[in-house]
């Protein structure tokens, strides 16, 4: 089936620094991921939708400039989280949409960023 | 805007006992539901859907029935097992399939004992 992967499964970073999340589709080209963000207790929260070749599409409320979204290739989105601070520390899940068979989103296990 | 509420949990029960995890909606127009699934240290699953009124959504023994007059949408199992152990999301798109933005509910974690 449709996998999904992330990179780190977690990480820790002091506040001021940036912190890069690799999301990869490792057996389906994907022209669209979408990044979430999960606080405890809570739902997901969709931060932007990452498209393969032009500019991320951000939700209302979300800061572009803070959370940066590269969509470097068909298997391949990152987002960097800039200048991070302890409220950055959250759950963030990419998903990655099969526009060949499924038209289903596949979700990757997460990164948990603490920022200390 | 469109919200999904779902039942609190942990919602703990005994091997073979029967399953309801109750999610209700709010959105404008025709949204499609969803219930994902996500076992510990693995990314949410499609579990199943479905995309119009009345249409039951059905896999690995669980279902759920879209109904338009309640808004809801609840998670039945009639028999449970320990594997059943998870975290259910309950969620909505309101742009037809699952590939489109989702709005999800908080997540139910179900731990099933023998």
């Known amino acids: 089936g449709a996998v999904v992967s992330q990179h780190p499964s977690w990480v820790i970073c002091k506040s001021g620094t940036s912190v890069k999340i690799e999301c990869r589709s490792l057996?389906?080209?994907?022209?669209?991921m979408f990044w979430y963000r999960q606080f405890p207790k809570q739902s997901l929260m969709l931060m932007a939708t990452s498209n393969e070749g032009s500019k991320a599409t951000y939700e209302q409320g979300v800061e572009k400039d803070k959370f940066l979204i590269n969509h470097a290739s068909l298997t391949l989105s990152t987002l960097t989280v800039t200048s991070a601070h302890p409220e950055d520390s959250s759950f963030y899940i990419c998903?990655?949409?099969?526009?060949?068979?499924?038209?289903?989103?596949?979700f990757g296990p997460g990164t948990r960023l603490t920022v200390t | 805007g469109d919200s999904v509420t779902q039942m609190e949990g942990p919602v703990t029960l005994s091997e073979e006992a029967f399953l309801t995890i109750n999610c209700t909606y709010t959105?404008?127009?025709?949204?499609?539901l969803f219930w994902y699934v996500q076992y510990p240290g693995e990314g949410l699953q499609l579990l199943l859907k479905a995309t119009k009124a009345d249409d039951k959504g059905s896999n690995k023994g669980f279902e759920a029935t879209y109904r338009k007059e309640t808004t809801s949408f609840h998670l039945e199992k009639g028999s449970v097992q320990v594997s059943d152990s998870a975290v259910y999301f309950c969620a909505l798109s309101d742009r037809g399939g699952g590939g489109n933005k989702l709005t999800f509910g908080t997540g139910t974690q179900l731990k099933v004992e023998l």
């Open positions: 998903s990655a949409r099969d526009e060949d068979i499924t038209y289903e989103q596949y």
């Open positions: 057996d389906f080209q994907a022209t669209t």
């Open positions: 959105a404008t127009g025709y949204p499609s």
